[in-house]
């Protein structure tokens, strides 16, 4: 992070009490099929007896729909620019704002992930069933879901996945700082996981919900990465993670924009969120809501109304000067990470929503999950992304791609 402002380039940590007040947290884009996309390919969709999962909170229902199949990049292809819009929390509040953003990746043909946190499944009347890590039973330090916003959130979890979005999972109790999940110890995260998988899976039984179709996959299979609160614990969380199979995770903060690597002893891959130029500054933001919010407005949600206009604007401008960067020199894949939220009269869901429809604009642009993405990055060439690893942030090709990638003049797959 050379030539950073670490004061500005902040994790999520400082946002735990603003996440607990409003029941928030952070989770990204995708690619429809049947889309003409030479570098990603085609998906289908395949009908699949219902065969239910337990106590029929869920069900396997064969593949999920709507995936595209990855393709290997011809030599001298310039790779396509992936953006993964992906969100913390992911649950269905009175605002909505998770159904308002399944329709903005239907109409710019994407797909997003949703990280889930388990407890937003749980009903507060049963959070003695949580036993949060180094905490008291029940402990939460975000707020448990009213039970109409649990019925609601299981409907777009369901409508989601079937649509070809992921389900990831953002864990539980969302616990930050001297007494969080950097404390944790593998045996931890592993509590915490397999409670957040219990919750999703036994929905049916904690809810009594009798009026749902279960959740159309089986969640244990399906998890493969995550995100961990407050972008905490990431070093203990791995081992567990590369334990359980998973294929990813989301938790780093401050990456730059360059192609992702494995870590782990070359298991798990790393998708950190990212420092971009901050609009109208000279120095760098995380990609994410909370801290755009936080150079706004100083971590207040209720900023100067006066001022949400221009921070709007500005918040829109700087994922937009992510997207570009990457976009005109090494195609790094983009990553962006938001919340479910209304802070400052709701500037930051706007400002996604107009940079989403900008950036759908431009040719080559697949918003794609993280799993969708680990897809495409496990189908290529190992020395190819050696060779895109080797790209600084901004930093176009010499000589061009196909040059640069070889067989000058090949043509695109």
């Not at 989770?27 to 969709?45: C, E, I, Q």
């Not at 070093?235 to 924009?257: E, F, H, V």
């Amino acid at each position: 992070m050379s030539g950073i402002s670490r004061r500005r380039v902040l994790t999520a940590g400082a946002a735990a009490g603003v996440l607990g007040a409003l029941s928030a947290c952070s989770s990204g884009g995708g690619l429809s099929v049947g889309a003409k996309d030479p570098a990603y390919g085609r998906g289908t969709t395949q009908a699949r007896p219902v065969r239910k999962i337990g106590d029929g909170s869920t069900a396997d229902t064969g593949a999920q729909p709507n995936q595209p199949k990855p393709v290997r990049l011809k030599p001298g292809r310039k790779p396509p620019q992936f953006v993964v819009f992906s969100w913390d929390g992911a649950g269905e509040l009175s605002n909505k704002l998770f159904s308002r953003f399944r329709k903005v990746a239907a109409d710019h043909h994407a797909t997003m992930t949703f990280f889930l946190s388990g407890i937003y499944t749980l009903p507060e009347s049963k959070k003695h069933l949580y036993h949060p890590p180094q905490h008291p039973v029940g402990a939460s330090a975000i707020g448990y879901l009213a039970d109409r916003h649990i019925h609601a959130t299981l409907q777009q979890v369901r409508a989601a996945w079937l649509e070809g979005h992921e389900i990831g999972t953002h864990f539980n109790g969302h616990f930050c700082g001297a007494t969080g999940v950097g404390r944790w110890s593998p045996a931890d995260w592993r509590s915490e996981i397999d409670q957040a998988v219990d919750f999703v899976t036994h929905w049916r039984t904690n809810t009594g919900f009798t009026d749902l179709e279960p959740l159309p996959f089986d969640y244990r299979k399906e998890l493969t990465g995550g995100r961990t609160p407050c972008l905490e614990g990431q070093k203990n969380l791995l081992p567990t993670a590369a334990a359980l199979g998973w294929t990813y995770d989301a938790s780093s903060p401050g990456g730059l924009q360059i192609w992702p690597q494995k870590v782990q002893g070359g298991r798990i891959w790393d998708f950190p969120l990212q420092s971009i130029p901050f609009s109208g500054h000279s120095f760098q933001v995380l990609s994410m809501d909370y801290n755009m919010m936080f150079n706004q407005s100083g971590g207040d949600p209720l900023g100067d109304p006066a001022k949400f206009a221009s921070w709007r604007s500005q918040a829109r401008d700087t994922y937009l000067a992510g997207f570009h960067r990457a976009y005109t020199t090494n195609r790094a894949p983009f990553f962006v990470g938001n919340h479910f939220e209304r802070w400052n009269g709701g500037i930051y869901m706007d400002a996604v929503e107009e940079a989403i429809g900008r950036m759908a604009a431009y040719d080559d642009v697949r918003f794609v999950s993280f799993k969708q993405l680990v897809a495409w990055l496990e189908a290529q060439d190992p020395a190819v992304l050696r060779t895109l690893r080797t790209l600084s942030p901004g930093q176009a090709p010499t000589g061009g791609w196909a040059e640069f990638l070889g067989a000058a003049g090949a043509g695109a797959s």
